[in-house]
């Protein structure tokens, strides 16, 4: 019995093969991503825990350690002669012949005695080799960026060095401070600060500043004089500021993660923050704030005193070094046990009681005394004809109002 071919898959069929294809070759590298990223986040845990380090230097060992530091490479002497070939080629007038250039640069080398030639020669091609190199990095470094290429070249850069910074200090136990300012406003590179903190407190406590305003005041008297910096002091964060900024910093951070990890509507979140009852706050949400900066734990940004205070904590809200943190089930039944037997033993302390609570808030009523002299005045106004002559009953006697006849009907 004859079969029929197999019929050809159609474009339209076979273009939607390829898209379900791409899409779970896609979904199956974002899953093997993830478990790999799994694996690193468990190793970089396991590290910092066995060795009592910060996670950001094990990660910054594990695979961002020493990133400015290039290769040195032994010269080879085979590719000075094809540096030395390519040159003639050049002279010769013979263009690039693009992904072919190297092979067929390759193939001519390779019929020549290129490895019998003496050591003043070799010398003389390892020498061109590192004195072309030399050039043209010297060029590299001199060409003029683009605005747009300078920015990323800087943000590049000085992230490589603050990961640099971050290693040397683990393992030397320094401390760094390194300002990057702009020379010119329309450079468009931002200020840049990478300090240790045992720099920011000294910094702190020595100037009454921290690095990022002594930055700010330094760029902008280089890009501006004395007057860009009365320009920049006048616009500095006050006292008050700074209080409302770290307020609207932990209240957003509240809302955030009361969305994100506990599902709630827009319409049940808080809308304030009570630091007196942040107790009572973390047994009712299963939410505490980890990473205060300050001593004596979280308390309202009023009573911490002093502006330093304020701008480190506000970095480290800003920089999510301090933030909300989600409790665990276990962590949180056991910080409402402790609140229940708290209260039970009366510890906990209760917000002032009204002097008049219990009693009833209705509205007091006019004594009979009021009430019969409000009425003694208007009938007087009404006899002695006050009023009259305007209004939609002025032609009507003082002694006969109409409302009366209503009142009697």
Known sequence: MATD?????????????????????????????????????????????????????????????????????KPNLYNAVLHAKALERKAKGIGSEGKDTLKNLSAEVANTDWRDLTDEQCTALLDGLAADKQQKELKENQRDLSA??????????????????????????CEYLSFFVGSKVTDGIAARILSSPGIRDACIQLFKDTPENMVLRIQAYIQGGLSGVVRVTEGARTYTTLKAEVR???????????????????????????YKQYDGLVCTYGVQIVGWTEAGGVTNPDELGHVFK????????????????????????????????????????RRKERIDKGKSKKKLVKSRELVDSSEDEAETDVASGIGAGSGPFANEPAGDSVMDGVVDA
């Open 248 to 274: 609207r910093e932990i209240l957003e951070g509240l809302r955030d993660i009361l969305k994100t990890e506990r599902a709630y509507r827009e319409q049940d979140l808080p809308t304030v923050m009570s």
């Open 5 to 73: 071919p197999p019929s050809k898959a159609t474009k339209a069929q076979k273009a939607r093969e390829q898209k379900i294809a791409s899409r779970q070759r896609k979904e199956q590298f974002l899953s093997d991503v993830q478990a790999h990223r799994d694996i690193f986040k468990g190793a970089v845990s396991t590290l910092a825990e066995n060795h009592h380090k910060d996670e950001k230097v094990v990660a910054a060992h594990l695979y961002a350690s020493s990133r400015l530091v290039k290769p040195t490479r």
């Open 148 to 173: 747009a290429n300078r920015v990323r070249t800087f943000e590049r850069t000085t992230n490589a060095l603050e990961t640099e910074l971050v290693t040397l200090s683990a393992q030397t136990g």
């Open 310 to 349: 304020l701008e480190r904590l506000l970095g480290a809200l800003k920089k999510k070094t301090c933030c909300w943190e989600v409790l665990s089930d276990e962590e949180w039944n056991a910080k409402r046990d402790a609140r229940a037997a708290a209260n039970a033993a009366n510890l906990l302390k």
